[in-house]
Protein backbone atom coordinates (compact mmCIF):
# COMPACT_ATOMS: atom_id res chain seq x y z
CA UNK A 1 0.00 0.00 0.00
CA UNK A 2 2.84 2.63 0.91
CA UNK A 3 4.46 1.57 -2.40
CA UNK A 4 1.42 2.10 -4.13
CA UNK A 5 1.30 5.86 -3.21
CA UNK A 6 5.03 6.94 -2.67
CA UNK A 7 5.05 5.99 -6.30
CA UNK A 8 1.96 8.15 -7.54
CA UNK A 9 3.67 10.92 -4.89
CA UNK A 10 6.88 10.90 -7.25
CA UNK A 11 5.13 11.05 -10.49
CA UNK A 12 3.10 13.85 -9.56
CA UNK A 13 5.36 17.27 -10.98
CA UNK A 14 6.01 20.16 -8.43
CA UNK A 15 4.69 17.95 -5.36
CA UNK A 16 7.65 19.02 -2.78
CA UNK A 17 6.33 22.99 -2.93
CA UNK A 18 2.86 21.49 -0.90
CA UNK A 19 5.04 20.41 2.37
CA UNK A 20 7.26 24.21 1.86
CA UNK A 21 4.33 25.89 1.50
CA UNK A 22 2.68 24.30 4.34
CA UNK A 23 5.31 24.16 7.02
CA UNK A 24 5.12 28.43 5.51
CA UNK A 25 1.44 28.77 6.55
CA UNK A 26 1.97 27.30 9.78
CA UNK A 27 5.34 28.84 10.73
CA UNK A 28 3.59 32.70 9.51
CA UNK A 29 0.29 32.13 11.03
CA UNK A 30 1.83 30.64 14.94
CA UNK A 31 4.70 33.78 14.63
CA UNK A 32 1.84 36.75 13.53
CA UNK A 33 -0.52 34.97 16.65
CA UNK A 34 2.77 35.42 19.07
CA UNK A 35 3.10 38.58 17.86
CA UNK A 36 -0.25 40.07 19.00
CA UNK A 37 -0.42 37.85 21.93
CA UNK A 38 3.09 39.63 23.50
CA UNK A 39 1.66 43.13 22.12
CA UNK A 40 -1.84 42.84 23.97
CA UNK A 41 -1.88 45.13 26.75
CA UNK A 42 -2.01 43.93 30.29
CA UNK A 43 -5.27 45.83 31.04
CA UNK A 44 -7.07 44.07 27.93
CA UNK A 45 -6.41 40.85 28.74
CA UNK A 46 -7.37 42.02 32.30
CA UNK A 47 -10.76 43.16 31.43
CA UNK A 48 -11.35 40.03 29.07
CA UNK A 49 -10.48 37.64 32.09
CA UNK A 50 -13.43 39.69 34.41
CA UNK A 51 -16.16 39.33 31.49
CA UNK A 52 -17.39 36.16 32.33
CA UNK A 53 -18.12 37.66 36.64
CA UNK A 54 -19.70 40.67 35.82
CA UNK A 55 -22.97 40.35 36.70
CA UNK A 56 -24.36 43.89 35.03
CA UNK A 57 -23.75 42.38 31.32
CA UNK A 58 -26.10 39.21 32.14
CA UNK A 59 -28.76 40.50 32.45
CA UNK A 60 -31.48 39.43 29.37
CA UNK A 61 -34.15 42.18 28.52
CA UNK A 62 -38.05 41.19 28.94
CA UNK A 63 -39.52 39.72 26.14
CA UNK A 64 -42.74 41.76 24.84
CA UNK A 65 -45.61 40.26 24.20
CA UNK A 66 -47.52 40.79 21.04
Request: glycine share 2%; charged share 20%.
Amino acid sequence: MLKFIKHHMETIIGIELYPIISLLIFFIFFTLLLIVVVKTKKEHITELSAMPLDEEELTIPAQQKS
